[in-house]
């Protein structure tokens, strides 16, 4: 009986593990489709945070800022610094490259997801 619950605690905490790491990858490219597609109107760190919260996809700082320096440095984004408030704020928006991207992404996203939908469609005694 002690095998059974250690294997079923393994079995738990490996689990968890495999999905862990899988909700990690697809959340990571689906916060760079989000990202992309929420910024055609400029909006500082805080706001893109809240507002991809908003929507489902929650995102902490420490993962949303090397995004944002990613895409810029990818120049999807563009950015500006804002200092005239009570406090300075980088303002982020996307390109006209990105723009482009972004299209050719929510296509790629679409065409995955209906695949998907698919194959699930498709499991044995759903």
């Excluded at 862990?20 to 910024?39: A, D, H, M, P, Y």
């Excluded at 500082?44 to 507002?51: A, C, D, F, Q, S």
């Amino acid at each position: 009986m002690i095998y059974i619950i250690s294997d079923i605690i393994i079995g738990d905490l490996l689990m968890g593990k495999v999905f862990e790491k899988f909700e990690t990858e697809v959340k990571r490219g689906v916060l760079q489709l989000g990202v992309i597609c929420l910024l055609d109107k400029e909006q500082y760190g805080y706001e893109i945070i809240k507002n991809l919260n908003n929507v489902g996809l929650k995102v902490e700082e420490g993962t949303l800022y090397p995004l944002l320096r990613r895409l810029e440095k990818d120049e999807l984004l563009s950015s500006h610094w804002e200092t005239s408030g009570p406090r300075p704020r980088k303002y982020y928006k996307t390109t006209d490259f990105g723009k482009e991207i972004r299209f050719k992404w929510l296509i790629s996203y679409k065409s995955i997801n209906t695949a998907v939908k698919r194959l699930e469609d498709n499991i044995q005694g759903k």
